[in-house]
């Protein structure tokens, strides 16, 4: 008794076992490309019980999964075959994307110092913190470019290129409107900053993937959409620090406190803004001013 192709395209349980199969296939993919193109190989560092490492490669596969779930919600199509084939292409570009954000992050991020040396031979966990931090944020990105909304692969991989971009602005601003240099901190082992920085990092990445997402009415409108939508929350982050050393840790001077590594200080730090991103990503919508 044969099976034809539409009938497996109407059967759920089939259809949910593919894509349960082609995605382990495609974490199986980001983890060759990892151990190709990361710094350490986390076999190795398991042996080795270096957990900084590890955090920052949990960080990579918690990306990972935002990315195939962002490739599988996007919009369907009449077939299943293509939607399959869709799902597929998206997926590989975001194992690509990826890959490329921990280049990014020594690269370009992080790279006043030596990110190897802190990871390995320092176990530096406020590093550790911060590659985390980075590779959650990318994969939320990643997700928001390959749901399938935003136009395409081409326009993806842009969108991505433009996310990337707006974080370095960020954590240049960041570093500004901190009493203290993030990178010389980090690089000092202050666990504090890298955690609260962490925090920050996961907090930009929501609010572009928010900045992402949408339906698609042209470049133009997308853009200027975009734009908006960026702008206007990111304007709205800075008061965070203000309300939590105001008002809900008022009792403390909160860059005091991570500047002499208060991990206590980084944790609420790193709660408050991805507490306050998630809020705007559900509950601010600017588009209305176009």
């Given amino acids: 008794m044969s099976i034809s192709l539409s009938a497996v395209g109407n059967n759920p349980i089939v259809q949910s076992v593919i894509y349960l199969s082609i995605s382990c296939i495609m974490l199986f993919l980001s983890k060759f490309m990892f151990d190709k193109f990361s710094i350490f190989q986390p076999e190795k560092e398991i042996k080795n019980c270096n957990y900084t490492a590890i955090?920052?490669?949990?960080?990579?596969?918690?990306?990972?999964?935002?990315?195939?779930?962002?490739?599988?919600?996007?919009?369907?199509?009449?077939?299943?075959?293509?939607?399959?084939?869709m799902y597929v292409a998206y997926a590989i570009v975001g194992v690509i994307l990826m890959t490329t954000s921990g280049f990014v992050t020594r690269k370009i991020m992080l790279n006043r110092f030596d990110n190897a040396k802190e990871l390995l031979q320092d176990k530096n966990?406020?590093?550790?913190?911060?590659?985390?931090?980075?590779?959650?944020?990318?994969?939320?990105?990643i997700a928001a470019c390959v749901n399938g909304d935003v136009g395409?692969?081409?326009s993806s991989i842009f969108y991505y290129v433009l996310s990337?971009?707006?974080?370095?602005?960020?954590?240049?601003?960041?570093?500004?409107?901190?009493p203290y240099s993030v990178h010389d901190e980090l690089?000092?082992?202050?666990?504090?900053?890298?955690?609260?920085?962490?925090?920050?990092?996961?907090?930009?990445?929501?609010i572009l993937m928010k900045a992402t997402l949408g339906d698609v009415d042209g470049w133009k409108n997308s853009l200027i959409t975009y734009f908006v939508d960026l702008s206007a929350i990111l304007l709205m982050l800075p008061t965070?620090?203000?309300?939590?050393?105001?008002?809900?840790v008022k009792a403390i001077d909160i860059n005091k406190e991570l500047k002499n590594n208060n991990v206590a200080a980084g944790l609420i730090e790193f709660t408050c803004i991805t507490c306050f991103a998630l809020l705007v990503f559900f509950m601010v919508d600017f588009t209305v001013a176009i």
């Avoid at 960080?59 to 599988?72: E, P, Q, S, T, W």
């Avoid at 900053?193 to 925090?199: D, F, Q």
């Fill in 55 to 85: 955090i920052a490669f949990c960080g990579y596969i918690i990306g990972m999964a935002f990315i195939l779930v962002g490739a599988f919600v996007g919009p369907s199509s009449k077939t299943f075959r293509l939607d399959l084939a």
């Fill in 240 to 248: 965070v620090r203000y309300v939590l050393g105001n008002f809900i």
């Fill in 187 to 206: 690089e000092n082992d202050n666990y504090a900053v890298g955690i609260a920085l962490a925090g920050n990092i996961i907090a930009i990445g929501i």
């Fill in 125 to 141: 966990i406020g590093t550790a913190a911060v590659y985390f931090g980075f590779y959650v944020a990318h994969g939320l990105i």
């Fill in 164 to 178: 990337v971009c707006f974080m370095f602005v960020f954590l240049r601003i960041y570093d500004l409107i901190t």
């Fill in 152 to 154: 395409g692969i081409l």
